[in-house]
């Protein structure tokens, strides 16, 4: 009698076992599905972070280097620098009166300015060609000197940072939530065995 009732309490006890078993299950894979994720995330972020780096002392170091050229060549573009200042107020009352028009008459004129600006250039360019001189424009030299200085742009540093927050914010956790939630779904499976 007494291993009928054995027996019988083995039997009764199956589906509990069965179901702890089957949450066992649910956590092993769950941790195995998190770990591939994290291996698949590791692939792809940590080229994306290690240029990211190298990207951010690329622009770093152009833009301090082109700090100091600016600033060695200071004394001699101070002059170039004085006329831009004089040539920017000078300009100021036509582009407030373009923003006005714009605003305030709902007419656009800035296509206007910019083909006058085109007209401008032919004249100037027409000129250099005899007298060996700009009026509105900087010679070669001096733009060299003072203006241009080859550095990465904040548009390329934006971006790679934007491909390190994509990597980490939309791509690993849709690797990583299936096997999280695996494991959650078997804690919580075996934590409560009578639901």
Known sequence: MGDILLDAAYIAALPLVAFEFESITDIITGVGETFLG?????????????????TLIEFSL???FCFIKILGNFKSCIFYYILDIIGQLMY????????????FLKV???????????YIDLAD????KFTGFYLTHYPPNVIDDCYNCCRVK?????????QINDDINKYAPDLLWPGI??????????????G
Not at 154 to 162: A, C, D, E, F, H
Request: proline share 6%; glycine share 4%.
């Open 108 to 118: 656009n004129v800035y296509p206007l300015e910019q083909k006058i600006w085109e």
């Open 38 to 54: 994290s291996i698949e995330t590791l692939a792809f972020s940590i080229p994306d972070i290690f240029d990211g780096i190298v």
């Open 154 to 162: 904040t548009s390329v540093l934006y971006q790679k940072g934007q």
């Open 125 to 128: 360019c027409a000129l250099h």
């Open 92 to 103: 100021l009352p036509i582009r407030i009166t373009l923003w006005a028009v714009k605003q």
């Open 62 to 64: 152009s833009n301090l």
């Open 181 to 194: 939630k695996n494991i959650e779904k078997g804690a919580q499976k075996f934590m409560n065995p009578f």
